[in-house]
């Protein structure tokens, strides 16, 4: 598939305003098979960022990509296959995308493995990626072995990373059709190390508990959810 496939197109608006503070502004066009507008052109969910010198990062469900700062479209990158399973793409697939501040560290998260229950992918997967040329370094995954591989229902919600390289990811492991439903998942990764830190999950395997939100200054990491 060629890149003019994945990002149909990109516009840089412009900047405005006044003083120290210039906005700028792009327009995406991607395609899908999920979504379309009235033109019949396909549409694709998007998730953007930015790091502290203006650079643009982007994830949908097949691809991710970089604009640098000048708006410049550097890359664009095809799903991992690590996120496929032998007959096909599952579900949710890319779900997030993560930045550290300072630009050094960038990550991109979602479900995949072999197929779990309801076309979701059984595992949890974290990629980090190669800032310059977003080709993966290195692939984390973390699952609930409890269970049988059929009924395992990953979902990874929030990713963040802070300027040494430690990566939070959260979400929940969903066992379908009985205990432990839905619990909480966190995994921790040192990017720069390469090695995971921690993978929590299993509490009390009764309830609905999910982590929906990560956010970290450095020092401290704050999570939210159900």
Not at 63 to 78: C, H, I, P, R, T
Request: proline letters at 2%; glycine letters at 12%.
């Amino acid at each position: 598939m060629s890149q003019q496939q994945l990002l149909l197109g990109y516009t840089n608006l412009g900047s405005g305003g006044s003083g120290t503070v210039q906005p700028v502004a792009y327009e995406f066009r991607l395609q899908s098979t999920s979504a379309t507008n009235s033109d019949g052109q396909t549409l694709t969910p998007i998730r953007v960022i930015a790091d502290d010198q203006g650079n643009v990062y982007g994830v949908t469900k097949f691809e991710y990509f970089k604009v640098s700062k000048f708006g410049n479209l550097a890359w664009v990158k095809n799903i991992p296959s690590e996120y496929r399973t032998q007959l096909e793409i599952t579900t949710h697939d890319l779900v997030n995308i993560a930045i550290s501040p300072n630009g050094g560290y960038l990550a991109i998260c979602g479900d995949g493995g072999d197929l779990g229950g309801t076309s979701y992918g059984s595992e949890i997967i974290l990629s980090h990626i190669n800032v310059n040329t977003g080709d993966s370094i290195k692939h984390y995954k973390v699952k609930d072995d409890t269970v049988a591989e059929s009924a395992r229902f990953a979902a990874a919600k929030d990713i963040v990373i802070d300027d040494d390289g430690i990566c939070n990811v959260v979400g929940d492991l969903y066992h379908v059709g009985g205990s432990p439903f839905h619990e909480f998942c966190r995994l921790i990764v040192d990017l720069s190390a390469g090695t995971v830190t921690a993978a929590h999950g299993q509490t009390d395997g009764q309830w609905m508990e999910m982590w929906y939100n990560v956010a970290s200054n450095g020092s401290k990491v704050i999570m939210g959810g159900l």
